[in-house]
């Protein structure tokens, strides 16, 4: 069984509880590290002058006191990891979060409809790393 090291569960402890439940359900099937919880302004501005955002501060699910999103990355592998690391991580976050009444979107399948990312004309940004609670835009005045 895996367990997330005192980096991620430092950038976990930025995420709401829902996201919690989860990332702790999906560690014990698949190894893999907690990235990004909370974004500050100055973090936000560099994902968005690098290309990983499109969200400016204040517009991302990251923005927020507690974090409506997390970025993850497969162990091991990290960043390099292939697409199909990512898709398997995702998924046990995508249905367990189900299996919790907690939908959540992957950055890449960001409508929820199956169809990934190059073979969906939807898909404008692909986020591997990205995970965030669908409904945080009606949540965020909570």
Known sequence: MYSFGPGSMANLKECRAPLQVVAKIVIKIADHSIVCGRRDEA???????????????????????????LDFVPWPGQYGAGKDQFAYIAGLYIGIGEAHGIPLTWGHDWDR???????DPDETLLDLPHIEMTNWKELKND
């Open 43 to 69: 973090a936000q501005q560099k994902a968005y002058d690098d290309g990983l955002s499109k969200a400016k501060y204040g517009q991302s699910p990251h923005n927020y006191t507690k974090s409506f999103a």
């Open 113 to 119: 409809d199956g169809v990934l990312g190059k073979y």
